[in-house]
């Protein structure tokens, strides 16, 4: 019998005016590390706010900063599915985590914010997150000058799924849809589609005709 | 660690036009191999400038030819690269599945390079594409027996001598899938109070499909005189629905998630086993890097293929004191060997 995470299982509150951090590495691991081990459905909740104020960066190094890359890139490939909620102004590691998500949703009034690090936009895998996802439309003012970027800019540009009031009822709908889903068969979904944009046809074939001889033999075992 | 190869690459394209294959479907499955190069010997021309089929005694000296040159380099590559010398060697143990001879490659490799007559050895011979883990598995346990005396494993394959050329689409997808190479790695197992660098063997785990053991076959085709290899089309689909089977067991009470293994060497079976595997498992395109980049350069170099991979990951020097890692090779059984080491 899998066990589906509701919305109240698994919840992870990213505070993005913090800088990456061991005990942020620490909270995300293990969260992910319960996902795998007590759910085969359902969804992990991320709540995302809050921007980095000047300064953010003097505590990191490059080793801490890989963890924290490491650990958002986990979380994007764990097997269940994945929701942020974003509010307010969300950049440094709430925006991390809401670009690793597989629904995003915005509370209205939202605003992505790549933050300035030192002297410039800070160049983690958000910036290549938004370059892959958005297609880069509109985005480079954001991704270059820290320009934020308004909810209903970055659903145009498929960053954000749904802008709404009301958070609550649109993520109450991804955790229903999601309990029916067993997560390691959303995490291959997921992957198929990550890939995809990176491979021809041709190379990514054999891959999903992986992928449905899985689905057969899943069907005829049940 | 070693490896060695013999002769020249040669692309698909060349392949195709050397054997002169016309066919539109033979060809398009040489062209969609994943496959660039292969070292490869093959027949020398006759007068009309074709490449006949070697007869089988022909195949097998060629094999005995190929296996213990390749072998015997890999095997120096390999002591080299562990700063020892072939008068350290106390266990050689020699992989092939690709010809038969007896005295088997170990005594020949052990008469040919002048290693000590005393030299423990053992050869194991026809498991195919999986024999590499099965014989790691062998020597780990001579190497527990025998603390910090020096063990190899030496896998040898001259597929150039199991190739059957008739124009078949039979032997089309085993004739544009393997290449010739070989592999070795040096086993030590610490004596007290001297542990050694370089990852330390934690576990094994084996898996045999027996509903499948007819899917991979090197046996003897009456009607063309030799041995010839076999895949069933569904192998890769057989592998990829039992290879979770087989990464449960080996993590079983060891603590470890499948999140927790930071590198993995999949035997570079071919392109479909290969997705089927990435796909079961939950691998990314970055996991098996080297996996790919062998098959592309290479082709599928049977038992040795996961040691190349192995060289490549170490040459990267991205291992970290720690890491975890799995290596997976599958092969005729139909059978998934899998082994768990930590850096």
Redesign the interface.
């Known amino acids: 019998m899998v066990t589906a995470a509701g919305v109240d299982d698994l919840v992870l509150r990213v505070d993005g005016s913090r800088p990456p951090s061991a005990a942020e590495v620490e909270a995300v691991q293990r969260l992910c590390d319960r996902a795998e081990d007590d759910f085969g459905a359902g969804v992990l909740v991320v709540y995302a706010s809050g921007a980095p104020l000047p300064g953010w960066t003097r505590t990191l190094d490059v080793g801490l900063v890989t963890k924290w890359e490491r650990t958002v890139r986990r979380l994007e490939r764990l097997g269940l599915t994945t929701v942020a909620v974003a509010a307010g102004d969300c950049g440094g590691i709430a925006l991390d985590v809401l670009l690793a998500a597989d629904v995003r949703i915005a509370a209205a009034g939202a605003r992505l914010v790549v933050p300035v690090g030192g002297d410039a936009t800070w160049p983690g895998m958000a910036l290549y997150r938004l370059a892959r996802q958005g297609g880069a439309r509109g985005l480079r003012r954001a991704a270059l000058l820290g320009t934020p970027i308004e909810a209903e800019a970055a659903a145009s540009a498929g960053l954000i799924d749904v802008v709404t009031e009301e958070p609550g009822g649109a993520l109450a709908e991804v955790a229903a849809a999601a309990a029916a889903m067993p997560g390691s068969e959303v995490a291959i979904r997921r992957q198929l589609m990550l890939e995809a944009g990176q491979q021809s046809f041709d190379e990514a074939l054999g891959a999903h005709l992986a992928a449905c001889d899985r689905t057969l033999r899943r069907a005829a075992a049940s | 660690m070693g490896t060695a190869t013999t002769g020249t690459p040669i692309s698909q394209t060349e392949l195709l036009d050397v054997l002169g294959i016309d066919d539109p479907k033979v060809r398009s499955v040489y062209l ?1 191999s ?1 496959i660039a190069a292969r070292h490869l010997t093959l027949p020398e021309p006759d007068a009309d400038g074709r490449r006949r089929p070697e007869p089988q005694g022909e195949l097998l000296a060629k094999h005995e030819r190929l296996a213990i040159e390749m072998g015997g380099q890999a095997l120096q590559n390999c002591l080299k690269d562990v700063g020892a010398s072939l008068s350290d060697l106390r266990h050689l143990c020699c992989v092939t599945s690709t010809g038969f001879l007896t005295p088997g490659l170990s005594a020949r490799i052990i008469k040919d390079l002048g290693i000590d007559p005393h030299c423990s050895r053992a050869d194991i011979v026809g498991m195919g594409c999986n024999a590499g883990l099965n014989a790691l598995n062998v020597v780990a346990g001579w190497s527990a027996a025998h603390p910090g005396e020096l063990g190899v494993v030496l896998c040898t394959e001259a597929c150039s001598a199991a190739y059957a050329l008739d124009g078949s689409m039979r032997t089309a997808v085993v004739n544009s899938l393997f290449g010739d190479g070989a592999a070795a790695v040096a086993l030590i197992s610490d004596g007290a109070g001297e542990p050694r660098p370089g990852p330390r063997i934690l576990k094994f785990a084996s898996f045999l499909i027996t509903e499948a053991i007819e899917a991979m076959r090197y046996d003897w085709d009456s009607d063309l005189g030799r041995f010839s290899f076999f895949l069933d089309p569904q192998i ?2 057989v592998v ?2 039992n290879a979770e089977t087989v990464i449960d067991r080996l993590l079983a009470g060891t603590g470890l ?1 499948r ?1 927790d293994i930071a590198h993995w060497l999949v035997h570079s079976g071919g ?2 086993v ?3 595997v ?3 498992l ?1 691998l ?2 970055h996991d098996v890097r080297h996996t790919v980049g062998v098959l592309r350069d290479h082709g599928n170099l049977s038992s040795g293929s996961f040691l190349f991979s192995y060289e490549r990951l170490a040459e990267e020097g991205v291992t970290e004191p720690g890491d975890y890692g799995v290596l997976m090779t599958m092969g005729p059984g139909s059978t998934i060997e899998m082994a768990l080491v930590q850096w």
């Open positions: 969609n994943a890769p689909y990829g629905a998630r999140s392109k479909k290969i997705d089927a990435v796909v079961n939950g990314s395109r």
